[in-house]
Nanobody, 126 residues
Framework: QVQLVESGGGLVQAGGSLRLSCVVSGGTFSSYAMGWFRQAPGKEREFVARISKSGGIRRLADSVKGRFTISRDNAKSTVYLQMNSLKPEDTAVFYC???????????????????WGQGTQVTVSS
């Protein structure tokens, strides 16, 4: 059974940084493109970042470009989201997701990702 476990969330002041991690078990990590999504209270889940299977292609939502960086370490079966210059509007539950498809199409949609983690809370105070 494929399992994704996020960690690294917490409370941080505006302008601060956090690094989220997502460890994948029960599958072949290198066969998945990996994504990060987030959901704030009362809002739809939205795309944040995606990284290809080998790490060569990275996608970021416009709202986080220049502030967030996605990376992966296939030897550790882990994907990371480095978040800098955090803003109160970044406050949300962040979810890690895995996509076994070979294409980069519709990378921003929930339906493309087969496996999801339980989420980790990120709260940014003003």
């Amino acid at each position: 059974q494929v399992q994704l476990v996020e960690s690294g969330g917490g409370l941080v002041q505006a302008g601060g940084s956090l690094r989220l991690s997502c460890v994948v078990s029960g599958g072949t990590f290198s066969s998945y493109a990996m994504g990060w999504f987030r959901q704030a209270p009362g809002k739809e889940r939205e795309f944040v970042a995606r990284i290809s299977k080998s790490g060569g292609i990275r996608r970021l939502a416009d709202s986080v470009k220049g502030r967030f960086t996605i990376s992966r370490d296939n030897a550790k079966s882990t994907v990371y989201l480095q978040m800098n210059s955090l803003k109160p509007e970044d406050t949300a539950v962040f979810y890690c997701a895995a996509d076994a498809d070979v294409t980069d199409r519709d990378y921003y949609t929930n339906a493309k990702y087969e496996y999801w983690g339980q989420g980790t809370q990120v709260t940014v105070s003003s």
